[in-house]
């Protein structure tokens, strides 16, 4: 991977996520290694750990669950989180959707398609996935799926 794909990939982070992503989630170039469509254009990007992300076409990032612990990690709550509690944390680490009925706590910031961590009440990280709903409308919602999970913690 050339320098500039690597700190391309960086600024993506960032502007998507907030200052210091890329970092969090890109340590180093020799760390990743990427995957590219048949016209050059990155397409996943994976660690020791796992994905850490897909490129999608509309030029955002998707979260695998290596790339969330990183976010998780690097990031202080509540950004980017959506916290449940004892309910259906057994749901959502399977890799079940969260429910709005559920939803505890969540990141004001999180607008509906924005990639959010699905986390327990006492701060474990039990998936990734899509905000379906605004973090600051989630607790208010007597129905409905807050985030649309793709990866639980249990899915490794």
Known sequence: M???????????ADYQFGRGAGRALF??????EVTHTSSGRPRQVI???GRLVTYGTDGRYTLGLAGGRRLHAHFE????????GDESEPFV???????AKFVQQADPDLRPGDEA????????????????????GMT??????????RRGADGD
Do not use: Q, W
């Not at 208010?140 to 999970?149: R, S």
């Open 117 to 136: 961590l699905v986390v327990h009440e006492d701060g474990d990280l039990l998936a990734v996935g899509r905000a379906e709903l605004p973090g600051h």
């Open 27 to 32: 340590p180093s170039v020799d760390a990743i």
């Open 77 to 84: 709550a509540p950004r980017h989180r959506v916290v449940v």
């Open 140 to 149: 208010d919602f007597e129905t409905g799926m807050a985030v649309k999970v």
């Open 47 to 49: 660690a020791e750990d």
């Open 93 to 99: 680490r399977e890799g079940r959707n969260a429910f």
């Open 2 to 12: 050339s320098e500039s794909e690597y700190r391309s990939l960086r600024r993506g």
